[in-house]
């Protein structure tokens, strides 16, 4: 049984800071691209950042790029979101994903394992 768990979520003020974790379990997903999304009520879901499989490349959404950093310890199944100056507009539930074939990293329908979610909430 391979999982995603995502933790790190919380209720900040307006120009706070988060850092979301994602972890994996069941097998491995070093080989694997990572990414975030978030999808707020009545929204639609949102990419946020994503990473390939070495750490060395990373793609942002442009709602977020200058504000938040996505990053993966080594070969280690954990994956981090550092998110600074927070805004009410980022208030949404953040869901980590896996895929191993993630050659578009925006787009959703790459990636094939997800995360049950963790609420993050921005006050004005």
């Known amino acids: 049984q391979a999982q995603l768990v995502e933790s790190g979520g919380g209720l900040v003020q307006a120009g706070g800071s988060l850092r979301l974790s994602c972890a994996a379990s069941?097998?491995?997903?070093?080989?694997?691209?990572m990414a975030w999304f978030r999808q707020a009520p009545g929204k639609e879901r949102e990419f946020v950042a994503a990473i390939d499989w070495s750490g060395n490349s990373k793609y942002y959404g442009d709602a977020v790029k200058g504000r938040f950093t996505i990053s993966r310890l080594g070969a280690a199944d954990t994956m981090y979101l550092q998110m600074n100056s927070l805004k009410p507009e980022d208030t949404a539930v953040y869901r980590c994903a896996a895929g191993r074939y993630a050659g578009v990293p925006g787009l959703e329908v790459q990636y094939d394992y997800w995360g049950q979610g963790t609420q993050v909430t921005v006050s004005s």
């Open positions: 069941g097998r491995t997903f070093s080989s694997y691209a």
